[in-house]
């Protein structure tokens, strides 16, 4: 498994991914983790912001809803036409490597919701701190690593969809992190953590995500 991989199951589930999302199928969205970035993305109040992997949009259209000037791009062209097909934004086909370069101009906020599925980020998230405006913040929110049922140990594991019923014809390989890899990360990339959040799942009572918030450490 490696990051190749994860590129390739996104251009075999796109179609399932954009139905999933649009017809609310993902309880946990659903009930929390769209909620709660959306949330903390408007605490931040940004003029202009940046989604990382932005799938169908739904972030973008959301937030430009309520006056943020949004910009979102992913990999995936398939997905990137959806999103541009609902409007209320603007799109780009682009990686996540690729983005330090890709002349975009700044922004006050960038978001990364479940979208960091790679091992190797650190020199991806050193690049984008020059990505940001001075007193900017990038808003990560990923699967919290002690709610999965998965062993505490970095590495690869296989999302299967099977709770998102049909649409998905390739499983997607996906990089585990601990919660201490995951600070280990960010700051070994010239970030400061500033904020953690692990909203609730409303039934269960446990972390339904981990959300981190975090600023260009000027020391590294």
């Not at 959040?197 to 975090?214: I, M, V």
Request: with cysteine; charged share 20%.
């Amino acid at each position: 498994m490696n990051d190749g991989a994860v590129r390739h199951s996104w251009r075999c589930n796109a179609a399932g991914w954009i139905a999933a999302v649009r017809e609310g199928r993902i309880e946990s969205r659903r009930l929390v983790t769209d909620a709660a970035m959306l949330e903390a993305a408007r605490a931040l109040a940004p003029r202009r912001a940046l989604d990382i992997g932005c799938g169908e949009g739904w972030l973008c259209r959301a937030l430009a809803e309520r006056g943020v000037s949004m910009l979102g791009v992913d990999a995936e062209p398939a997905l990137i036409e959806a999103a541009r097909a609902a409007g209320a934004a603007e799109y780009r086909v682009c990686t996540h490597a690729e983005l330090a370069a890709a002349g975009l101009g700044r922004f006050d906020l960038l978001l990364c919701n479940f979208a960091l599925l790679q091992q190797d980020l650190l020199p991806t998230l050193r690049a984008w701190r020059d990505l940001l405006e001075p007193g900017g913040a990038l808003l990560i929110q990923t699967l919290h690593p002690h709610a999965c049922g998965l062993p505490q140990a970095d590495g690869w594991r296989l999302e299967r969809f099977e709770a998102f019923a049909a649409g998905f014809p390739a499983s997607m390989p996906w990089y585990f992190r601990t919660l201490e890899s995951w600070q280990a990360l960010l700051v070994g990339a010239g970030w400061r953590i500033v904020g953690l959040r692990e909203p609730l799942h409303p039934l269960s009572g446990k972390p339904a995500s981990l959300l981190l918030q975090a600023c260009p450490d000027p020391g590294s």
